[in-house]
């Protein structure tokens, strides 16, 4: 089990920019992580409120090579899922494979967010390859 926080700062008045709470677990099958993140307005990226958000993940090992993702966002203040998604994978000491899911269905920008389907291989000593394509729901 790990418990943390961790903050930054505005390097002229020390005003909170963001803070962070998280916790996790490690298990031999199981992991998990629970975060609570403000982060204040940044006007220049395009975020003119603070932003006050829950973030959630877990994976389950469930055979010896295989893994189930998933993870959800959850904004506090507008009160609707942001970032979410589900994966698969299958790896050994040589090889991965992964194929993943994810919905960005965020509040905080103009559009309305993407629908994510990624297909990655790894070949752990010479490189990984990756193909994410937007299903666009």
């Known amino acids: 089990i790990t418990l943390g926080t961790q903050g930054r700062f505005d390097e002229e008045d020390l005003s909170l920019r963001r803070a962070d709470l998280f916790g996790s677990y490690e298990g031999d099958a199981v992991t998990g ?3 609570y993140s403000f982060i204040g ?14 973030t959630a993940g877990a994976s389950l090992k469930f055979d010896q090579n295989w893994t189930a993702y998933g993870t959800i966002g959850y904004d506090i203040k507008n009160k609707n899922v942001i ?5 698969i994978g299958w790896a050994d000491d040589c090889f991965s494979v ?12 103009a559009d309305n967010g993407s629908s994510t389907v990624m297909f990655k291989v790894g070949l752990r000593t010479l490189t990984s390859f ?4 937007d299903i666009g729901l």
């Open 41 to 54: 307005a940044q006007p220049i990226y395009g975020s003119i409120e603070d932003l006050n958000q829950l």
């Open 83 to 87: 970032p979410s998604g589900v994966a």
């Open 98 to 109: 992964l194929l993943s899911y994810e919905d960005e269905n965020s509040s905080y920008a």
């Open 33 to 35: 992580y629970l975060a």
């Open 130 to 133: 990756n193909e994410p394509y």
